[in-house]
């Protein structure tokens, strides 16, 4: 049983462009949320999908998105990347809303130049 | 590999001691609390959690201990050994959210 997954491993992008990251969540799980953490410091809450819509978002700005396919799978994307955004971005699943323990990806390293 | 304990806090501990971990929480309203294990490279790993309504839970080889009256939360592993090197983090969670807000980290090192 594969658990989340994430890609890609590394990226480095410019200043200014934009990026997409993918995670699928753990089989039987249909609940995916994403975190920033930036090093040295605890993973941040950006948002979390549900039924293909975004239920709770965090601090972040608008240039964060994402998306949530019918198979459960999501991505989350960057606009108009800065310097700060360099960091390990995580993907979490649960099966369902609830109190349910999430379970985490390895991670997108993401380095912005 | 992925480092994610520059800065933070540094507990040494020697191979076969007990270990504590401390963490303090800001949020009163929180209901549910959450112990991660951080490895270089890899994701959060869940370890225990315990609700606000108790004070203790075991489980194995860790204990988590609740005051909610000073907002203080501790991680206690028992008999440490090298695998347990990481970098610990306590969370939190408000009541029907998933949303886990997560505190400092403490870098857990084992010397053998």
């Not at chain 1, 462009?17 to 995916?32: E, I």
């Not at chain 1, 991505?75 to 390990?88: P, R, T």
């Not at chain 2, 909610?68 to 991680?75: C, G, R």
């Not at chain 2, 306590?90 to 029907?96: I, K, L, M, N, Q």
Request: with cysteine; hydrophobic share 30%; net charge neutral.
């Amino acid at each position: 049983d594969a658990g989340v997954t994430q890609s890609p491993t590394h990226l480095i992008k410019t200043r200014g462009q934009q990026v997409t990251l993918r995670c699928s969540p753990k089989s039987g799980h249909d609940t995916v949320s994403w975190y920033q953490q930036a090093l040295g410091q605890g993973p941040q809450f950006i948002f979390q999908y549900y039924e293909e819509e975004e239920r709770q978002r965090g601090n972040f700005p608008d240039r964060f998105s994402g998306h949530q396919f019918p198979n459960y799978s999501s991505e989350l994307n960057v606009n108009a990347l800065l310097l700060g955004d360099s960091a390990l971005y995580l993907c979490a699943s649960s099966p369902g809303l609830g109190e349910y323990e999430q379970y985490f990806g390895p991670g997108t390293r993401l380095t912005v130049t | 590999g992925e480092s994610v304990g520059l800065h933070l806090p540094t507990l040494s501990v020697q191979e076969g001691d007990n270990s504590i971990i401390n963490c303090a929480y800001s949020n009163s309203a929180s209901d549910y609390f959450i112990w991660y294990k951080q490895e270089s490279g890899k994701g959060p790993q869940f370890i225990i959690d315990i609700r606000s309504n108790m004070d203790k839970r075991q489980g194995q080889r860790v204990t988590v201990l609740l005051n909610k009256t000073v907002k203080h939360l501790s991680l206690q592993i028992a008999a440490t050994q090298p695998g347990d090197s990481a970098v610990y983090f306590c969370a939190e969670r408000g009541w029907g959210y998933q949303k886990v807000t997560f505190g400092i980290g403490t870098k857990l090192q084992v010397i053998p």
